[in-house]
Structure formats: structure tokens, C-alpha cells
């Protein structure tokens, strides 16, 4: 790529050494060279070395760093649009789910699709992440629940990557629930299937990440700690599925791990948010799931503020809590249902979601040694992006990094 300048945007850098809100720039530029940002300020100050660089004018657009997606289930089979119905005629998620619903539905679903077939029917929800200005997206397995199922899902994630110009950061998520072959056997599923699939999907270099769901339904706090002492081994990055309806510890026991995340947190206690605050782990949420399952038990927004634990959000894209493929949904949902502030629902699907991922070193911010990878919007103000709900105002993405 030429060296460019991008010229005449507002931009929010999230830069707090430019500007306390927003890291905004008013009459910004940005110097690119070879995908990474090179000087970023104000354009009456731009360095004389970077004056010569190919012009590119955004006529006065806003411009934020692309977003990210740091939750999601995005590769799946079927649809649970009937147990959304049962849960408007009083059925819970827990009793669907105790009834052979939920998870398990769509791991019948999902075992029945070839990789191909996966990736086709993943590809629009993909492709509207995309056309909001998304440019990585982590996606978890889970709807396998056998060795090779699970290693399908992840290749399948991998395949996505390579059909769309986007980043893929895949989560082994073998702990997600106890399939009906294993009913009262979870420890043996555990030994059998979820840390042999773990060592063979790492070994094919088809993992990025693991993750568990430490919840009633699903696995306990020691089954957890076996899971995760298997990732450490293997030098693999951690995170949770924690205190979604009950209040197990799970995130205090992945802070102990130093977990990149734990997500949900709806039932999650000052304990909980100070472990994480030690840890530097962040704070998912998943707003999403919070409004289709009309939960009414909020996260702990103001305890994880005053901590100072980054809140990231994402869509949780899937097939049962949250069929939800719009981030831009997700910024509105989360000031409306949780109250953040717009900023700090921006920064949920940029800078603190780079974090969530272990990946803040490239993205999240625009800020010089970071990749170029912006979007530019067809907006005055950040907060308009939160404010609207049903409507994109992409006009482009800017894309100078390399997968």
C-alpha cells in the first residue's frame, strides 16, 4: 500500500492524551505507511515528513477504529426461533434446557452439517458484522460436544477467514454443555472429549483461545479448573462464560488463570469485580442476550466502574440467547438497557474489546503503531452511532492491515 493521508475526519482515537472524550479530533488527520498508523493529530500540525503522502480527503466524516466483535457463536446449524416462542409463553432458558432444548438442540443441528455447509449458512451473519464496520470477530465452538465436531466448528471459523476480509480469532468452547451421550457423566466428558480435543486442535493450530461455561447447567468450578490447567499447559489464553444466572465464582476463579474475559456477569459480586480489577481481566457484556431472554438482573455496571475493569461488549451472535449479528443493535441495547454512556459503548466494541481479545497492540484505538483499520462513518458525532437503532451509516472501511 502507498503511503496516505487521511485528511479532513473527525476522529476518535480513544487516545486520552488528545482528548479526555473520546480521544476526539476535530479537524484530524492520520499519515499511513505499509498498514501502519504512522502520526495522528490535528491537521494544521501535521509533521512536514508526512505532507507529501498520497491525500485521501474524508470530507468531514467521522472516523472510529473498526469494530470488533469479541463474543460470538457465529458458526452453528439451525435456528431455535421456536424456543424463543416457548419463552414468550413463560418457558425459562433453564427449563428449556433442562428439557433437551437450548445447547443441546443445536448440537443436533450442528452435527448434521458439513464444514461447507457451515460456513454457508455462516456467511451472511458474517457478512452483517462486516457491513457495520466490523473487522474481527472471535467465534466459539460448543455446538459439537464430541472431539471431531468440535475441531470441525473451529475449522470452519478458520474457512470464514479465508472466504471475507476480515480477522477470525477462534475459542474452543468444548465446555459448553454435557452432550446426551454423557447425561450424569460430565467428568468423563471432560477426560474424554473436552481436553484430548483441546491438545489435537491446538496441535493443528485451529485454537486461539479457550473458553468454559461455568454455570448450574453446565459445568462446575473444579471441572472448570481442569479445563483451564490444560490451556495453561498448552500456553493458551483463557476466558469464561461466568455468572450468567447464578453466582458459582467462576470469574474469580479465571482471574486467578488471568483470563482475557469473562462475559455475561449478570449475578457477578464486588468479590468477583475486584479479582478481575487484580487481574486486569475484562468485563464482557452481552446486552443482547440480556433483552431476548428479558432478564431484568443487571451486570454490575457501577462496581466495574468504580473498579476500573474495562467493559467490552458483542453481540454473542447465536442461535438460541441472542441470534443478534449487529454491533450497532448492541451500542444502543447496552446504553438503554445497561446505561452506558455512549463513549463507553463505543469503546466496548473498539478499545476494550481489542483487550478482550488480546489483540490491543493492533487494534482498538487509532493511534500511531497500531494497524490502519478504520470505519468511516456518514455521521457529525459519536453518539450518533449509539443513538440510532435500525440504521447504518457506514460510508467505507479502511483496511491497511494484513490477516
Known amino acids: 500500500m502507498t503511503n496516505q493521508l487521511l485528511k479532513n475526519g473527525r476522529l476518535v482515537t480513544f487516545d486520552e492524551d488528545i482528548a479526555e472524550q473520546y480521544g476526539l479530533v476535530e479537524k484530524g488527520a492520520i499519515a499511513v505507511s505499509n498498514g501502519e498508523i504512522q502520526w495522528v493529530g490535528e491537521f494544521e500540525d501535521i509533521p512536514q515528513a508526512y505532507r507529501q503522502y498520497e491525500a485521501v480527503d474524508l470530507e468531514g466524516r467521522l472516523v472510529t477504529p473498526t469494530f470488533i466483535d469479541c463474543h460470538t457463536h457465529l458458526v452453528h446449524g439451525g435456528n431455535r426461533a421456536r424456543e424463543f416462542e416457548m419463552r414468550l409463553q413463560g418457558a425459562s432458558y433453564e427449563d428449556i434446557a433442562r428439557a433437551g432444548g437450548g445447547i443441546i438442540s443445536t448440537v443436533k443441528a450442528t452435527r448434521g452439517k458439513s464444514v461447507e455447509e457451515l460456513v454457508e449458512d455462516a456467511l451472511p451473519r458474517l457478512d452483517s458484522l462486516i457491513a457495520e464496520g466490523v473487522a474481527v470477530v472471535e467465534i466459539k465452538s460448543g455446538y459439537g460436544l464430541t472431539t471431531e465436531e468440535e475441531l470441525k466448528m473451529l475449522r470452519a471459523a478458520r474457512e470464514l477467514q479465508q472466504r471475507r476480509e476480515v480477522i477470525i480469532k477462534t475459542t474452543y468452547l468444548a465446555a459448553h454443555a454435557i452432550p446426551?451421550?454423557?447425561?450424569?457423566?460430565?467428568?468423563e466428558y471432560i477426560d474424554q472429549i473436552v481436553l484430548p480435543g483441546m491438545e489435537i486442535g491446538h496441535e493443528e493450530g485451529l485454537i486461539d483461545a479457550v473458553d468454559a461455561f461455568c454455570e448450574g447447567i453446565a459445568f462446575s468450578p473444579s471441572q472448570v479448573e481442569r479445563v483451564f490447567n490444560k490451556a495453561k499447559s498448552l500456553d493458551l489464553d483463557i476466558k469464561i462464560h461466568a455468572e450468567?444466572?447464578?453466582?458459582?465464582?467462576?470469574?474469580?476463579l479465571a482471574a486467578r488463570y488471568g483470563a482475557l474475559s469473562a462475559d455475561h456477569l449478570e449475578y457477578l459480586e464486588e468479590d468477583g469485580v475486584a479479582a478481575m480489577k487484580t487481574s486486569g481481566t475484562v468485563?464482557?457484556?452481552l446486552p443482547g442476550a440480556f433483552y431476548f431472554l428479558r432478564e431484568n438482573k443487571l451486570?454490575?455496571?457501577q462496581s466495574l466502574r468504580d473498579y476500573s475493569v474495562p467493559i467490552a461488549l458483542a453481540t454473542d451472535c447465536n442461535p438460541g440467547s441472542s441470534p443478534v449479528s449487529s454491533l450497532l443493535l448492541i451500542l444502543n441495547l447496552a446504553c438503554t438497557l445497561f446505561r452506558l454512556t455512549p463513549e463507553e459503548a463505543l469503546k466496548g466494541i473498539t478499545l476494550n474489546a481489542a483487550k478482550a481479545l488480546g489483540i490491543e497492540k493492533d487494534f482498538g484505538a487509532i493511534k500511531a503503531g497500531k494497524k490502519s483499520s478504520f470505519a468511516i462513518w456518514d455521521a457529525e458525532h459519536p453518539a450518533e452511532l449509539a443513538y440510532r437503532a435500525g440504521f447504518n451509516p457506514l460510508h467505507s472501511m479502511y483496511r491497511g492491515d494484513e490477516k
Open 180 to 187: 446426551p451421550e454423557y447425561e450424569n457423566k460430565s467428568d
Open 283 to 285: 468485563a464482557v457484556l
Open 244 to 252: 450468567q444466572l447464578s453466582n458459582l465464582k467462576g470469574t474469580e
Open 299 to 301: 451486570p454490575p455496571i
